[in-house]
């Protein structure tokens, strides 16, 4: 998926590498305001920038191990930084040969808990309840990590240099729905006891300019292709966004 810039909130850039951000930042989904600082991404130019949430595609594997149960594994492309007006610049898709990509392999458990009839006659939407998932993000700074789907497994090559941003063991709270109608779905994923790494805390700051603290990372998605059939095994992918959560 390609963003071009949309338009920046006034007052919404960063002051040089401080990573601070500008109090009348709202977020995506609710999510923490906060500022990103690119430049300890090797390779990168010196460029800070302030966003609520960020945008990616991703693909993925649905492996149905009982009826109305599956274990899905994915990856998603990070795609652009946003904050409440649009797309913020940033060396992700900016600023060339600058460039930098940034990824995330995860895993989550489905277990269907209602059906429904659609408006097409025929069709049929599944509704899933989601735990017992993990998720990992990376930055890749020479953009040449290639990640695929083998036997329903994430398959990762040329990530000698990436560089771990954070991650979250288990999966709070979630839910899923699929169709085979002219829309195929949507998902929300909360997953619980996120850490950013030194790395991860290097790039993401709080409106003080100090490390970003998160606990939850929060992922919405769109499900735009089953590449499959509803209710057994099939790759859906599709786009969404992600962001953080503090909750006590």
């Known amino acids: 998926m390609t963003h071009k810039r949309l338009a920046v909130l006034a007052g919404a850039a960063l002051m040089g590498v401080q990573g601070l951000v500008p109090s009348n930042a ?15 991404i090797p390779g990168t130019q010196m460029h800070g920038l302030a966003a609520t949430g960020q945008d990616f595609t991703y693909h993925a594997c649905a492996d149905f191990t009982a009826p109305g149960v599956f274990v899905e594994r994915g990856y998603f492309w990070v795609s652009s930084f946003q904050d409440v007006v649009g797309v913020v610049d940033s060396q992700i898709n900016d600023f060339m040969p600058n460039g930098y990509n940034m990824y995330a392999r995860y895993v989550y458990q489905g277990e ?3 059906s429904d009839d659609m408006c097409e006659a025929n069709r049929t939407r599944l509704n899933y309840e989601l735990h017992e998932g993990s998720i990992q ?3 890749d700074p020479m953009s040449d990590t290639v990640l695929g789907l083998a036997g329903c497994a994430v398959t990762v090559a040329n990530n000698a240099d990436d560089l771990l941003v954070g991650g979250a063991p288990a999966s709070v709270y979630g839910e899923k ?5 002219r829309i195929n779905g949507d998902f929300e994923i909360e997953f619980s006891g996120w850490n ?3 790395f991860g805390h290097a790039l993401y700051r709080n409106p003080n300019g100090n490390p970003l603290l998160a606990n939850r990372l929060v992922v919405n998605g769109n499900v735009t292709q089953l590449l499959g059939p509803l209710g057994a095994d099939h790759r859906p992918e599709g786009s969404g966004n992600f962001f953080f959560l503090w909750v006590d």
């Open 26 to 40: 709202y977020a995506v989904g609710n999510g923490l305001p906060f500022g990103f600082r690119e430049t300890p």
């Open 112 to 114: 269907e808990c209602s």
């Open 137 to 139: 993000l990376f930055v």
């Open 177 to 181: 729905t699929e169709t085979d109608a």
């Open 196 to 198: 950013f790494t030194n």
